[in-house]
């Protein structure tokens, strides 16, 4: 079992940054990948960022350039730097581990708010 715990959420103005942690309780050794999801108020939950177990990275069109994200194996640790936030980048930041051995299971935690003012 492995639990995920987001930290770093807040109130910024547009132009501002934010990063954002996801730590896990339990070794993430194994997970195929971390990413990060967001949620809009009205909206399906979406894809904003993964990283995978050889550290490729991969982002949505719509934060490339603006997000890294990175993987810190020893610490069972992700972040999310956020750079340039926009007011449309406001939503709840959901942090996912998924493990794929004969089947997929997904660990979600329980969200941290971003809310970007202009």
């Known amino acids: 079992q492995v639990q995920l715990l987001e930290s770093g959420g807040g109130l910024v103005q547009a132009g501002g940054s934010l990063r954002l942690s996801c730590s896990a309780s339990g070794t993430l050794i194994g997970a195929k990948t971390m990413a990060w999801y967001r949620q809009a108020p009205g909206k399906e939950r979406e894809l904003v960022a993964k990283?995978?177990?050889?550290?490729?990275?991969n982002y949505s069109d719509f934060v490339k350039g603006r997000f890294t994200i990175a993987r810190v194996w020893a610490k069972n640790t992700v972040f999310l730097q956020m750079n340039s936030l926009k007011p449309e980048d406001t939503g709840a930041y959901y942090c996912?581990?998924?493990?794929?051995?004969?089947?997929?299971?997904?660990?979600w935690g329980q969200g941290t708010q971003v809310t970007v003012y202009s």
């Open positions: 996912n581990a998924r493990f794929i051995a004969g089947t997929v299971d997904d660990y």
């Open positions: 990283v995978t177990n050889s550290d490729s990275t």
